[in-house]
């Protein structure tokens, strides 16, 4: 927000504002078509406008924001987080979807309490789903 930017490539925007951790992550993001505007990929070089909205998939997250200033430089996540406003509905949300597809856990009647090996494995397994 100190000095204006009129040319801002896609890649170097989403690693700006922190979606990728990298740009050149970002880039190959871009390439793959995870990153789209209205349904079309988009180009790594393609120019960032302020109210543009995209959506992108990272991995098995997915997300829309809606572009609210352009910044060049990565800053840190609080500082960032006023670049960008992020429009992703709940049912997007990974820990929205994981409390509802997650499996049930069930133990066969008749076979006593956990021991302590069986509780340790219980624990690994709920650990791995967070």
């Known amino acids: 927000m100190a000095m204006a930017i009129e040319k801002l490539r896609i890649d170097k925007y989403l690693w700006a504002i922190r979606v990728f951790k990298t740009r ?8 793959a078509g995870k990153v789209k505007m209205g349904g079309l990929s988009l180009k790594p070089a393609h120019i960032v406008k302020v109210g543009e909205q ?6 098995q997250q997915k997300k829309i ?15 960032a987080a006023a670049y960008f406003q992020d429009l992703t509905p709940p049912e997007l949300d990974p ?7 997650a499996p049930v856990l069930k133990r066969d009647r008749g076979t006593g309490r956990p021991t302590k090996r069986d509780r340790r494995e219980i624990d690994d397994l709920q650990d791995s789903w967070d």
């Open 24 to 31: 050149s992550i970002a880039t190959e993001a871009c390439k």
């Open 54 to 59: 995209y959506a992108i998939q990272k991995d």
């Open 65 to 79: 924001i809606q572009v609210l200033d352009l910044l060049d430089k990565r800053v840190d996540a609080t500082k």
């Open 95 to 101: 820990k929205f979807i994981s409390v509802f597809n």
